[in-house]
């Protein structure tokens, strides 16, 4: 991998060779005369300039010697002043990639690496606008397009032209250079196909190229286009990211180098960005299905759930299940852990919870001793919290029990308070759980709100003011939502969460409400 910062403490190593070699130019100036009149190539001693890593000696370095006025006679430069001018466009382009690299590393999401990586492109290449493409050689996504200076409308116009008959499109499809709609012609550098920069320096006067391409060039104004792919040796090719020139224009070799060498970088920045996307896609759906995509309908209750997955993917969860005799089972919990085995494990603890509910779901604390005593035996590394209540909704009575877990809300017309049930240990952490179980009668039209304890830490604070927060979120609920649990939900994760479910750093949240008629 391209590591920049390395390269940057690198030209300390060649400006002590440099000054070295000033030291004795007077003896090289000396010694090149001496071989001259003996008629010995002045090559043969020319003084030698030390190679910085990263920058290779054959790319000309930026010119930074005054040119002489017209009428005055040009002064000799002195000895030395040639490497010395050599080392300071190296320092300045090694400096230059530092700055922009370390800008590329903080940037946390595809999206956004796209973007830098189009500002830092568009500043090494003298380019205005640009597009860049993530479209993985291996077929598993995530694919999109990014522009820069380019409206969604601009990039739907240039997405019209064959990709063949674009620079990005022979990039990411591998085509020579030089072929024409698909028509196959030999790469003039002898390279592997669609691995190499594209350079267009003339859309509109180049008769070769589609003339579709140049329709679209010529409506959106850019005359010119510099592509370059984005690949890693281990990941194979990510996509490709083409800048556009307002005239008629192609970079010079410097400048192709520079952005050569960010492009590795950012190749590499962008896989690992594409791997971790990868997995927490991965973690989203699996947990997606493991949370109820659907839940049943019982007379005299309407239910609703939430879920706010974290980026890591977490153990919470709810449920809600019918029971003989037209009862309702509902339950919250939250396995300790993140991760795929927070997940399964997860997953057989809710399994087993709807197990124990059918069999004595009248009875809370029976259910989750049965809870507790599966999970030391099964996950003895492994703690959970969870909350079961048996619902008769006829009747608008219920029966709870809480294992470590959040009280529930009542939201109501006339009160908006909180249950408290037992205060107990969560699951795994005594030999033997049991906690007396709490009655609680419901008013008609008042919802009741289950949680997990990740709500309240995605809250952040002390708990007390978490618990003060998400009370006033649930007592702020309008008259015309109470109706709607879903409506209830949703008012409640707003005022708590505004960050909402991208915030990066968040625990997993669930809600589940049930709305009593």
Do not use: N
Not at 123 to 129: H, I, P, Q
Not at 189 to 199: F, I, M, N, T, Y
Not at 229 to 243: D, H, M, S
Not at 277 to 287: H, I, N, P, Q, S
């Amino acid at each position: 991998m391209l590591d920049i910062p390395s390269l940057v403490r690198v030209h300390v190593d060649a400006v002590i060779a440099a000054q070295h070699d000033m030291r004795i130019d007077m003896g090289v100036c000396d010694a090149i005369e001496q071989r001259e009149a003996a008629g010995k190539p002045a090559a043969m001693s020319a003084p030698h300039l030390p190679k910085v890593a990263g920058i290779d000696p054959t790319v000309p370095a930026p010119a930074h010697t005054a040119t002489p006025l017209p009428g005055i006679p040009a002064v000799a430069p002195a000895p030395g002043t040639l490497i010395q001018d050599r080392l300071a466009g190296w320092v300045s382009d090694l400096t230059t990639l530092h700055e922009l690299t370390e800008r590329l590393t903080r940037t946390g999401t595809l999206d956004d690496a796209l973007r830098e990586l189009l500002r830092a492109g568009a500043a090494l290449v003298g380019a205005r606008r640009g597009m860049a493409v993530l479209e993985p050689a291996d077929g598993l996504g995530p694919a999109t397009t990014i522009g820069l200076g380019l409206a969604h409308a601009d990039l739907g116009t240039i997405e019209t032209v064959p990709r063949s008959a674009t620079s990005y499109g022979r990039i990411l499809d591998g085509l020579p250079e030089g072929a024409r709609e698909g028509t196959p012609e030999g790469r003039r550098d002898g390279g592997p196909e669609g691995s190499r920069p594209v350079a267009v320096p003339d859309l509109l006067g180049d008769e070769r190229l589609d003339p579709r391409q140049r329709e679209v060039a010529a409506r959106l104004g850019f005359a010119a286009s510099y592509a370059v792919p984005l690949v890693t040796e281990a990941a194979g090719k990510l996509g490709a990211a083409v800048w556009l020139y307002d005239e008629p224009a192609e970079p010079a070799e410097r400048q192709r180098h520079l952005v050569g060498l960010y492009g590795q970088y950012a190749s590499e920045h962008l896989a690992r960005l594409l791997e971790l996307e990868r997995g927490r896609a991965e973690v989203a759906t699996l947990t997606e299905e493991l949370v109820p995509s659907r839940l049943p309908r019982v007379p005299g209750v309407r239910l609703a759930g939430r879920h706010v997955p974290g980026p890591q993917g977490g153990g919470d969860w709810y449920d809600a299940l019918p029971l003989p005799e037209g009862a309702l089972g509902l339950a919250v919990g939250s396995v300790s852990g993140s991760g795929p085995s927070a997940l399964a494990a997860m997953g057989r603890l809710r399994a087993s919870l709807r197990a124990y509910a059918v069999m004595e779901g009248e009875d809370p604390v029976a259910v989750l001793s049965d809870l507790e005593l599966l999970l030391r035996l099964t996950e003895p590394a492994r703690s959970a919290t969870a909350l079961f209540a048996y619902a008769e909704p006829a009747q608008r009575k219920l029966v709870l029990a809480g294992a470590g877990h959040a009280p529930p809300l009542v939201v109501g017309e006339r009160r908006t308070e909180y249950i408290e049930t037992s205060l107990s240990a969560p699951l795994g952490m005594l030999a033997c759980w049991e906690a007396p179980s709490v009655d609680l009668v419901v008013e008609p039209g008042e919802t009741l709100l289950l949680y997990t304890d990740g709500l309240l830490r995605r809250i952040g604070g002390p708990v007390d003011r978490a618990f003060a927060r998400l009370h006033a979120a649930a007592a702020s609920v309008p008259k015309a939502d109470r109706a709607d649990p879903g409506a209830v939900a949703d008012h409640v994760l707003r005022a708590v969460l505004p960050e909402g479910p991208e915030d990066a750093e968040g625990e997993d949240v669930v809600m589940l409400a049930a709305r009593f008629d």
